[in-house]
């Protein structure tokens, strides 16, 4: 099976611009959650979708935000970019639905640089 | 919220010597994670654990549970350069499959 799959995997874009990230689960994961990570704020939480529905949303400005399609394909959004925004965006996915047994499979990520 | 320390932050250690990671919750977890991520990799998961108490092992590497299921630990014997990397705990956060995670411990091994 084909691992998650994201792109881009570089990303460069100025402030105030807006950025769409694309995530690919393993085929038959439902549940895609986002993360950012920082050097200084470690691997925060984003948001989870499972079957089309947004399930969980991390404490992120609303300019994050994201969608998931029929296929399970995810996609996050950032408006408005700020130099904060620099991360690595990492997408996981997952079989279950939050069962107990839950491990997170995650992509490479994409690297964005917000100048 | 709910926030997970991890210590120490940093270890380096000769190849061949042990390893330990300690992770601390302020809540009550149903279960905790470990992940491994290696330099400019993303985290991979390595094992759950689920019930007080419990013990599980890899080859070198032991996991364990605490008994309150606040706080875990792995513990890498006799460490190799393949185990550079973070190590990151990560606790259930609500419903569904969110997760917190760990402030992470970097491993370096030198030869």
């Given at each position: 099976k084909a691992g998650v799959t994201q792109t881009p995997r570089y990303l460069i874009k100025t402030r105030g611009q807006q950025v769409t990230l694309s995530c690919s689960p393993i085929s038959g994961h439902r549940s895609v959650s986002w993360y950012q990570q920082t050097p200084g704020q470690g691997l925060q939480f984003l948001f989870e979708y499972f079957s089309e529905t947004q399930r969980n949303k991390g404490?992120?400005?609303?300019?994050f935000s994201g969608r998931q399609f029929s296929n399970s394909r995810s996609e996050m959004n950032v408006s408005t970019l700020e130099l904060g925004d620099s991360a690595l965006y990492l997408c996981a996915s997952s079989?279950?639905?939050?069962?107990?047994?839950n491990e997170q499979f995650f992509g490479p990520g994409t690297r964005l640089t917000v100048l | 919220g709910q926030q997970v320390m991890q210590i120490p932050q940093y270890q380096h250690v000769q190849e061949g010597e042990d390893f330990t990671t300690y992770c601390n919750s302020s809540t009550t977890l149903s279960n905790i994670q470990w992940y491994k991520q290696r330099p400019g990799g993303h985290p991979v998961f390595l094992i759950q654990l689920v019930k007080s108490g419990e013990v599980k092992k890899q080859k070198r590497l032991t996991f364990q549970f605490g008994e309150a299921k606040k706080n875990s630990s792995l513990h890498i014997t006799a460490?190799?350069?393949?185990?550079v990397g973070t190590y990151f705990c990560a606790g259930p956060a609500g419903g569904g499959n969110k997760l917190t995670f760990g402030t992470g411990t970097q491993l370096k091994v030198e030869l």
């Open positions: 404490n992120f400005p609303g300019r079989p279950a639905s939050g069962a107990i047994y | 460490t190799q350069t393949t185990d």
